[in-house]
């Protein structure tokens, strides 16, 4: 049981990337998932989340420009990053948690940078 991301890499600023979040053991169907990231120096911070009944959540910074989309068949949450800015340098996270349940990736790094 375990979830993975993949997706990050050395992106120029204005350029977008799509992360991705898959479970392996486990149906993320019924889970929320939660993006997190985590700059160096600094606390890991929330990015956006998608609930049981998909609802969707935005941290401020990232509205517009983020969207985390759900795909049920591939059994995989994305985040597509779009105009991304030297700011969202940081290793991002995949939580997938139900009730107390909670299993997180390894990361993902994205670096922004011209």
């Known amino acids: 049981v375990q979830v993975v991301e993949s997706g990050g890499g050395l992106v120029q600023p204005g350029e977008s990337l799509r992360l991705a979040c898959e479970a392996s053991?486990?149906?993320?169907?019924?889970?929320?998932i939660i993006w997190h990231r985590q700059a160096p120096g600094m606390p890991r911070d929330w990015v956006a989340s998608?609930?049981?009944?998909?609802?969707?959540k935005y941290q401020e910074s990232v509205k517009g420009r983020f969207t985390i989309i759900r795909d049920v068949a591939k059994n995989a949450v994305y985040l597509q990053m779009n105009n991304l800015k030297p700011e969202d340098t940081a290793m991002y996270y995949c939580?997938?948690?139900?009730?107390?349940?909670?299993?997180w990736g390894q990361g993902t790094q994205v670096t922004v940078s011209s």
């Open positions: 998608i609930g049981g009944t998909n609802l969707k």
């Open positions: 053991g486990f149906s993320l169907l019924g889970y929320g």
């Open positions: 939580e997938a948690t139900r009730s107390s349940a909670s299993e």
